[in-house]
């Protein structure tokens, strides 16, 4: 891939935990031959006024988690590289794994599903250009459900601005999972889940952008943050 880039959004670089600071310095440390490319979410949502600016009230209107799956598809479309979510660490470096192709989407190791956390593309990919059209198109037209429904709005969000739509979009165009890079591993709430030893990044979401999460605190994210990241440097010790 031409444009090496590796971009990374967050509210501000303060508002991050101990995890995902160790994770951008070690996306940095790995990668010397990228550009690390940090935005806040303000300098973020400039990205969607450029390339869709008569969309862009219906966007800020939308929920901090929505807004951060259409932004990342329009930095990457502007700059091109790598995407990758604050609370990805990586294990190895991106010249290792990273192919030489205009888009590249990744899958979770274990079952092979699409991977929204991190995904690759070059300046200017149309494919990534209507995924975030699509995805403004449908949150609009698509009524949200009730933010306190957690199955229903769930559902809405992959299904509109998320991992399924951008699933439909690639087999739209003719990309398929098996074309994809496999080697990222998702850990949730199960703290002890084992960490395979043939990973490229292990990525612990702990969704709190979703509605039901959103009273949790930052003590007990950063707790169990500050566990995973201990049981990843015991798996990973370089």
């Known amino acids: 891939m031409k444009d090496k880039n590796i971009i990374q959004t967050q509210a501000n670089y303060e508002s991050m935990t101990p995890f995902e600071l160790v994770s951008y310095e070690r996306w940095r440390l790995l990668n010397p031959d990228y550009t690390h490319r940090f935005f806040t979410n303000e300098e973020s949502d400039q990205f ?11 966007y800020m209107n939308l929920t ?15 700059l091109g590289g790598v995407y990758v979510d604050t609370d990805t660490y990586p294990v190895i470096p991106l010249r290792d794994y990273m192919p030489n ?6 899958v979770h190791h274990a079952n092979g599903m699409l991977c929204g956390h991190m ?3 070059e300046k200017g990919d149309q494919l990534i250009y209507r995924m975030a059209a699509s995805a403004l198109e449908l949150t ?19 299904d509109n601005a998320s991992v399924h739509l951008y699933e439909r979009e690639m087999r739209a165009a003719g990309v398929q999972n098996s074309g994809c890079v ?7 709430h199960d703290l002890t889940d084992p960490i395979p030893d043939n ?8 969704a709190s952008w979703m509605p039901p999460h959103k009273h949790r605190s930052k003590a007990e994210v950063v ?16």
Do not use: M
Not at 48 to 58: A, G, M, S
Not at 65 to 72: E, H, P, V, Y
Not at 182 to 188: Q, V
Not at 229 to 238: D, E, S, T
């Open 48 to 58: 969607v006024e450029k390339l869709f600016p008569d969309q862009f009230d219906h």
């Open 64 to 78: 901090v988690g929505t807004q951060n799956d259409i932004k990342r598809l329009c930095i990457v479309y502007d």
């Open 101 to 106: 192709k205009s888009f590249v989407p990744f």
């Open 119 to 121: 995904f690759a593309a």
């Open 140 to 158: 609009q037209s698509q009524p949200e459900p009730d933010r306190n429904n957690y199955e229903a709005w769930a559902g809405w969000f992959f």
């Open 182 to 188: 496999s080697g990222c591993t998702y850990h949730s």
């Open 199 to 206: 990973v490229r990044a292990v990525h612990y979401g702990l």
């Open 223 to 238: 707790r169990e943050q500050s566990i995973i990241l201990a049981r990843i440097k015991h798996y990973f010790p370089n």
